[in-house]
């Protein structure tokens, strides 16, 4: 039987997975991809919660991180765009002028 | 036993596609397998009986963010190897492990106990698609506004930015005393 | 006029952010009408106030929070009274003899503001009011150091805001915990100082509290050892900076003395009677002789403040109203010395820029006018008799006398060194010849000066020699206020310490 | 009676203010004469207040109330008894007397309008001082005549020494004053009151040592008015000032305030006689001290100064032991005869163009015969010679001393006498008699106007008859002060007189017979008892060096290494401390983002592990 405990322990392993590539990746949009990562892995939480309280609060919370991933790729990837055409690189390292 | 089966062959996949997404140098390899993950992942909302979820999954994800990946893919130089010059990967992994443990410790053993009550119970003998639209309609109708405008925002954000005219902005000039800054 | 104490606040707020509007020219003039009104305000608030009832008039109350007990709550007493008719006094005669030309208009829209705040301090009886004022009140005071200040200015300012700041964070943890013990006694939030007063705490509490607010106030006053902001503070501000500085604003501190950890813990205030008179010593003592070895003569003033505010604390410590009712009145004395003290430095930095007492010399042979009211407000500094200052020492001193014999006459050695002090300021500037070839020729008082330091001078006599209206009302507010700790003290050092008016002390 | 008590009080402040108004105005005439007039009303009010009371009547009103806080009450009050009303006729006598004078001795100072208002604003505080009421007035009064004496002293402000000098008088008196405020305070609190009337009542019913606490500390107040030792020193360099403020502040008034303050408190002081014997003792050393440095000094006004101080010991030597009316009486005659001395060392130094070193005068009797007249006169009341004003009074005070069985004390002014006599002589023979040394420095000296002259007429005059006006004194004093009938038999009383007399002509006899022979011989001024001597015992020296020196040093310490290097400091190490501690952990925000990603996958797993193990939520 398929409890609330396998999903959620799903959704940790995939948002793992997703907190690797946040941390190894230096390319920006494959880091974008990780991150989209994380968000799926917190969204099967939610359903799953949804699902096993009867309760449809966490759906709609999925409903919301869908619709804040898609604006978040929209402008991510318009500004990838604007600093790939300037600099002709995605490599974070190259980007530091916020050093403090 | 459907549904474990179900269960068991969709994380075993989405887990699959994901870790390629993750640590794969090709650009194209990483993207292809990042539209696989998603649509396993639609598979556990419809096994959730979020069905509205799942559809909305595949239409935004697979088709709407991943067409738009692709398209963002275009403007870049996609067929090189990506070259990245990682520190320290094994901290990597364990900072990732470690989370994942405390993560799957916390939800073997709920912390948060079955006190929940339902705010918004599902109704029997409602289809969900039906059941969402009461609840987003009534209760989430202003953030569902406030995601519409969001999305509108994004939209206008993304158009401009990925503009043409974008030589000629002010940000151009300001990024240029950066450079300057940096170098010094 | 119900609502007199709110358009006292606000008016010169309002007013203030309508002097954006107003044009270059006559920002002057509108500054100077605002303020006379204030004033004028503030005096029609003094003649209308019942000097025989000790409680608070003009009370104002509505609800802001009210499921925190947090109101907009309004009220003046004997005790506050004088000091919000200073503040507007101050700002307007201030106003009266500035002489910044840079940004002239920016200079009086922060003065309305500060004049707000430091009104607002003085009527506000709720605690959380009285904290947004008491922060609010060091923003236009950051701006006026920063922006006119000396060449330090800067770091001046920064160490100005963040020394207070800091100690008024600990003041507002004090309160978060006193609103917190409230609730736990009364299950009612409750942020009204009035109704904090009746809670009686054990002593152990009132003791940790007293602390809290204590190091908030001591900071602004400024105690021994906190005071080492204010001398920069002083040397780099603006001259009206340091006129609404040393008149007003450290006057929130003794002020906020006499208004919270007094009423609200009689038994710490007990307890810690020794401990703060040792600073309060160390403060008087140390910081007169450290007055006699400047060179700067602003920087002798600024110490000279530091050593009365000693005198201030000492007076409130006495717990009897001889005490309390002198350190009230010594506030206001303070205020107008200082206050003039420091305007008279800026007349001869203005026309000298410089304010080393080693530049001058034989300035009463060149500006006699300057040199005489010069010498009345030192000998007034000094505490003598028929000046202000004299009521103020002589019965703060009186009051203490009562706590401990040998602390005061150790206190009282301020009215030597303080003699020392200032004679040796005024005889290395004004007396000798003129050595200075650059002074021979300086300017003695113009008209606006003239006007703003006579003022100060005919009252620092009137109230020399007939302070009656002035103690009177403090007075009765002081009794009762006395009489209150007396009975609310639950120990018996405590019951026996603090002690009310003769007549009741013989009736028990 | 109001109207002249409050015209005896105000018409001196009144001049003051009017003065005032020109004071920065060149000299101008009408001040002078307009302060003078007042003060000659408030003379007239005087006398008129003193006949009144002269037969046990006390006029007392209450203008207003001045402090009023918890218990305490302090009234404007004004009373007028036989004390206040002798007092009041000496200090109005001497000081209108003083303000004609200045007329002419300011003649040509360019800050004469200021010098009246000063000098009439003094002439308001002390009678402040004498007419109050209450212990506060009196401080008032107190304080009030030290700045007068400040700005007078300082006058000529030009002068470093001149400002020095009343910086020192002003500091020094103010140290006193803090023990006459103790004083007050301990009265307040243990009597309720500070009215006169009111605390001598309840002398009887109170403890012992608070009682000597109590004249102690006033007593302190009243060393520092009255110069005793050890706040002495002021009063010597207080010569600075312009010669009519010597003679008014410095010898006629203000320094008697100390006498008078304890006669005053004869209530108090009667009923403790360690503290009175201490008064005593202190009064002879100093009679004694002062009139030593007296013997050698070389400047005019100094030497003055410390007959001032001498004669100020006998006062209190009196007042010491119970005879407060003679203390007061010594005060009057005192003060008419020294004022006189001071105004005649005014003249002489207007025709010397202010040289005040006597050893290049000499022979001006010729020159400024009228000068001189006066100034022996004064000499000789000074001397205690029969049957001038000073033989009575010091007579007495020599005569209470031994019949009280102060045979020490008694011993001790029977010396001073001789001395004082043989100082006042050195002073007349060489500045009046003998070689005419004043022409090897090219002076011109002249006579002083005329009307200068006949201003001192009046303290001439009574400097030799106020002595026989004895009797009706103690008449009209017994009202109000103890008057004990001495039991010394007749024989002891002539035996005493004798003695007195014959060590005072002995004095002037050996002073005009050495200086009429050149004086003493070079040899004596190296000896070392010269040189203490001169160097006033090397007590300035040793207040300078120790205290002041110190003092200064010290506050320079506590400033630049306590202050800013210690307290300061250590605000500003937290300050810094903080602020390091951002630059350290600034290298945190290195601008990469990978960087930053991961601390926070750092801070995600605090999170994760407070969630776990601190979990609020069990």
Known sequence: MITLSHYLILSAILFSIGLVGVYRRKNLLLLLFSTEILLNAVNIGFAAISKFYGDLTGQMFAFFIVAVAASEVAVGLGLMIVWYKRRGTLDIDSMQSMHG | ?184 | MDHILSVLVFFPAIAGLLGFVVSKESIRAYGLSVAAIEFLLSLWLWFSFDGSYPGFQFVEVLPLIPSFGINYYLGVDGISLFIVVLSTFITLVGMIALSVEKDLKNMIISLLFLEMTMVGVFVSLDAIVFYVFWELSLVPMLYIIGAWGGNLRIYAAIKFFLYTFAGSLIMLVGMLVMAYLYHEATGVWSFSITEWHRLILPENYQIWLFIAFFIGLAIKVPMFPFHTWLPYAHGQAPTIGSVILAAVLLKMGTYGLVRLPLPMFPDASVYMIFPVAILSLIMIIYTAMVAYAQEDMKQVIAYSSISHMGVIVLGTFAMNPEGITGSVFFMLSHGIVSGALFMLVGVIYDRRHTKLMSEFGGLAHVMPRYGTIMGIMVMASVGLPLTMSFVGEFLSLAGFYQVSHTMTILAGTSIILGAVYMLSLYKKSFFGEVTKEENKNLKDLDGKESMALWTLVLVTVWLGVYPKPVLEPINTSVESLVSFMHKKAITKEAKEVIKPKVIEREAE | METYLYTALFAPLVGSLFAALFADKPKNLVTGIATSTLLFVSWISSVVLLLHVAHGEEVHVKLMDWIHAGGLVIPFGFIVDQVTATMMFVVTTVSAVVHVYSIGYMDHDKSFNRFFAWLSAFVFSMMVLVMSDNFAGLFIGWEGVGLCSWALIGFWYHKESASWAANEAFIMNRIADLGMLIGIFLIYWNFGSLQYDVVFEQVADKDHGLLMMVTAFLFIGAMGKSAQFPLHTWLADAMEGPTPVSALIHAATMVTAGVYLVIRANPLYSVVPEVSLFVASLGAFVAMFAASMALVNRDLKRIIAYSTLSQLGYMFVAAGVGAYWVALFHLMTHAFFKALLFLGAGNVMHAMDDELDIFKMGGLAKKMQWTMILMTIASVALAGIYPFAGFFSKDKILEAAFATDHYVLWTILWITAGLTAFYSFRLVMLVFFGEERYKIFGYHPHEAYRFMLWAMAPLAVLAVIAGFFEHSFVHMIEHVLPVEEHHISTFTFWTLIIVTQAIALGGIGFAVWKYSKGGFSKKWEETFIYQLLFNQYYIPKIYDEYICKPYGELSRIFWKDLDLKIVDATVDFIATTIYKSGMVSRVVQSGNLSNMLRWMGVGLLILLLAAIFYSPVR
Do not use: C, W
Request: aromatic content about 12%; glycine content about 6%.
């Open chain 2, 1 to 184: 036993m459907f549904e474990a089966i179900a269960f068991y062959l969709f994380s075993a996949v989405t887990i699959a596609m994901f870790t390629i997404t993750v640590m794969s140098k090709n650009a194209l390899y990483a993207m292809s397998a990042l539209a696989a993950g998603m649509i396993m992942i639609s598979g556990f909302f419809f096994l959730l009986d979020a069905d509205f979820l799942g559809v909305v999954q595949i239409i935004v994800y697979t088709g709407a963010v991943m067409a738009l990946y692709a398209f963002g893919m275009m403007f870049f130089d996609t067929t090189r190897e990506v070259k990245e010059n990682i520190r320290a990967p094994k901290l990597v992994f364990l900072l990732s492990g470690m989370t994942a443990l405390l993560l799957v410790i916390a939800f073997v053993a709920p912390i948060v106990s079955d006190h929940i009550e339902a705010l918004y119970p599902m109704v029997e003998g409602v289809q969900n698609p039906q059941a969402v639209g009461v609840v987003l309609f009534t209760k989430y109708l202003v953030p569902f506004e406030v995601a519409a405008v969001m999305l509108l925002v994004a939209m206008i954000a993304g158009i401009i930015l990925a503009g043409k005219k974008m030589d000629e902005s002010l940000t151009l000039k300001i990024d240029d005393e950066f450079q300057e800054k940096g170098a010094q």
